[in-house]
């Protein structure tokens, strides 16, 4: 009885980390939120905004996450 008194706080503590790593993965894989930042990333780049290599690597972040979110969609559809 003693010993769930103490452990119930470090429960819900792992509970809420969990809670916050799927909302953060939700939110950096989410396909549409990606497309919008390349969208914005270009609009940015054709206004001279930020310099070509700026551009480039942002643009290489985005599209690796981009690869990475298709795969987990996928997965999720032959899941079930």
């Keep these: 009885m003693i010993f769930k ?3 119930l706080p470090f429960r819900s503590i792992i509970k809420l980390g969990e809670k916050i790593q799927e909302e953060a993965d939700q939110e950096l894989y989410d396909i549409q939120y990606i497309q919008q930042q390349l969208i914005e ?3 940015m780049y054709e206004l001279e905004e930020i310099e070509e290599e700026a551009y480039v690597i942002r643009e290489q972040e985005l599209l690796d996450r981009y690869k990475i979110a298709k795969e987990r969609e996928k997965n999720e559809f ?3």
Excluded: A, I
């Design 78 to 80: 032959l899941e079930d």
């Design 41 to 43: 990333l270009h609009m």
């Design 5 to 7: 008194f103490f452990t």
